[in-house]
C-alpha cells in the first residue's frame, strides 16, 4: 500500500491502460478519480471494480480537450478531496493516416486530446501541488514519440510534444520536489491496437526484441512506482516500458 492517502486523478481511465492504471493505484492504497470522456459504463464499472476490492474511486465525466471542462472536473476532485497528490496524464487518441492524406481535423484532434489535454490538467494540478509543496505527474508518451512512426505524423509529434512538456514542467517544479516524468508504451494489447489490420500488428511484434505486444497491466506497475515515494529522486525522465523496441 505504497500510496495510502494519496488522491490520484487518472485521465482516460474507462478502458486499456488508463484502466489498469486506475485499478494499480487504487490497490496500492490511493483514492482515484476516473476520468472518462465517452465510455460512462465502463468507467462505471472501473469504479465498481476498485470498490468491491476495498478501495474507494468516482468516476467524473469531460474531455480533456476542452479547457473549461478540465478546471471544473479538476477542481471538483480538488475541493472533494483537499488535495492531489498523482496526476497520471493517459487520455489519448489515435486518428492515422499518411501525411498526404492527413485531413488538418485529424491533426488537430489528436494534438487538442493527447498534447493541450495534458496541458490543461497540468497546470491546474501543478497550481496545487506548488500550494502542498508535493505531487507527482506522470504522463503516457509513446514509442512513437521517439522513434516516429510511419502513418503517425500527428500521433507522433502529440508524444514528442509530450515529453517535452513532461521534461520542461520537471524543472519548473523541480525546487518544491514536485516530480513529473513520463511513461513512453511500445506496443500494448488495448483496444488503440485492436483495431490494427493483422499485417500491421505482425510487422510490429517484428520489431519487439520480446516478440510479444505488452499488457496494461505491465504499463500501469511503471507508472506506480513513478508516481509513487519508491521514485523520490526521480524527474523528468521517460521510462520506456516497450519489450526493448526502443533500445
Ligand atoms: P484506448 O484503449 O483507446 O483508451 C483510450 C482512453 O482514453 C479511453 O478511456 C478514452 O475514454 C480516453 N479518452 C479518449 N479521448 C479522451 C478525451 N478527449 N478526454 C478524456 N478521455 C479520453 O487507448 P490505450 O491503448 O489504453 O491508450 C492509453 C494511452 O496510452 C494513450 O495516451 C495512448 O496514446 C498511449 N499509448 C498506447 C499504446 C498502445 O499500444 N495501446 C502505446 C503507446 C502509448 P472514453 O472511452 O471514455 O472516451
Redesign the pocket.
Known amino acids: 500500500m505504497r500510496l495510502e492517502g494519496k488522491t490520484a486523478l487518472v ?9 489498469a492504471i486506475a485499478l494499480a493505484l487504487a490497490k496500492e492504497g490511493a483514492f482515484v478519480a476516473v ?6 459504463e ?2 462505471r464499472q472501473v469504479t465498481e471494480e476498485i470498490r468491491s476490492a476495498g478501495g474507494s474511486a468516482l468516476a467524473y465525466q ?4 476542452d479547457a473549461a471542462a478540465v478546471k471544473d472536473m479538476m477542481e471538483q476532485v480538488i475541493q472533494e478531496r483537499k488535495r492531489l497528490d498523482i496526476l497520471v496524464n ?5 486518428r492515422d493516416n499518411l501525411i498526404l492524406k492527413m485531413k488538418e481535423e485529424e491533426f488537430d484532434a489528436v494534438l487538442d ?2 498534447l493541450k ?1 495534458v496541458f490543461h490538467t497540468s497546470k491546474i494540478a501543478a497550481k496545487q501541488m506548488l500550494k502542498q509543496k508535493s505531487g507527482s505527474i506522470v504522463n ?5 514519440g521517439i522513434l516516429g512512426n510511419a502513418g503517425q505524423a500527428n ?1 507522433a509529434a502529440s ?1 514528442a510534444g509530450v515529453i517535452g512538456l513532461t521534461k520542461s514542467l520537471a524543472r519548473e517544479l523541480a525546487s518544491r520536489e514536485i516530480r513529473v516524468n513520463a511513461v ?10 485492436g483495431k490494427l489490420p493483422e499485417s500491421a500488428a505482425e510487422a510490429g511484434k517484428g520489431q519487439i526484441p520480446f516478440g510479444r ?2 499488457k ?1 497491466q505491465e ?1 500501469a506497475k511503471a507508472v506506480c512506482f513513478l508516481a509513487s515515494d519508491d521514485a523520490s529522486y526521480i524527474t523528468g525522465q521517460v521510462l520506456c516500458v516497450d519489450g526493448g523496441m526502443g533500445m
Not at 62 to 65: F, G, L
Open positions: 485521465t482516460g481511465a474507462s478502458r486499456g491502460i488508463g484502466r476520468n472518462y470522456n465517452g465510455s460512462e465502463a468507467a469531460c474531455s480533456v480537450a493517459n487520455a489519448g487518441i489515435t486530446t493527447n489535454g503516457i508518451s509513446s514509442i512513437s500521433y508524444k513512453a508504451p511500445g506496443f500494448i494489447e488495448t483496444d488503440m491496437t505486444f505488452g496494461a504499463v
